[in-house]
């Protein structure tokens, strides 16, 4: 879901113009990162708590070149989920998808299915 759906999602929860709901959304992430910017977490019962976490300097590779470098320290955005969205999402079944087996071949994505080139020959068997 990216911002427009979200905004879309709540307007069909509440009777409120989107115009107004895109102007919470945006005081709302606004905020937010204001308070990250202080280093001040903001901690939404029941959902999760947003913080900066600092990142000590480390070893690393770059990878085109093979060389060894350091990372320098850095400060990151986190997010620690809340115990009730953890259980809510643990509880809920996952959708089934209901293309037929025939639709939902050779889509690609994640996961390894489908995907380009098909099955391996089986070796041995002629």
């Known amino acids: 879901m990216n911002k427009t759906e979200l905004i879309d999602a709540?307007?069909?929860?509440i009777e409120l113009e989107?115009?107004?709901?895109s102007l919470v959304v945006n005081a709302l992430l606004d905020t937010v990162t204001e308070s990250l910017t202080k280093h001040e977490p903001v901690t939404l019962i029941g959902f999760g708590t947003f913080k900066v976490r600092s990142r000590k300097a480390r070893k690393g590779v770059n990878?085109?070149?093979?060389?060894?470098?350091t990372i320098p320290a850095a400060n990151v955005p986190a997010i620690s989920f809340g115990d009730s969205l953890k259980r809510s999402v643990a509880t809920k079944k996952?959708?089934?998808?209901?293309?037929?087996?025939?639709?939902?071949?050779?889509?690609?994505?994640?996961?390894g299915k489908g995907g380009k080139g098909g099955s391996a020959p089986k070796k041995g068997k002629k």
């Open 18 to 21: 989107k115009t107004k709901i």
């Open 10 to 13: 709540i307007a069909s929860k």
């Open 94 to 111: 996952k959708e089934k998808n209901f293309l037929a087996p025939s639709e939902s071949k050779g889509k690609g994505g994640k996961g």
């Open 63 to 69: 990878p085109q070149t093979g060389k060894e470098m």
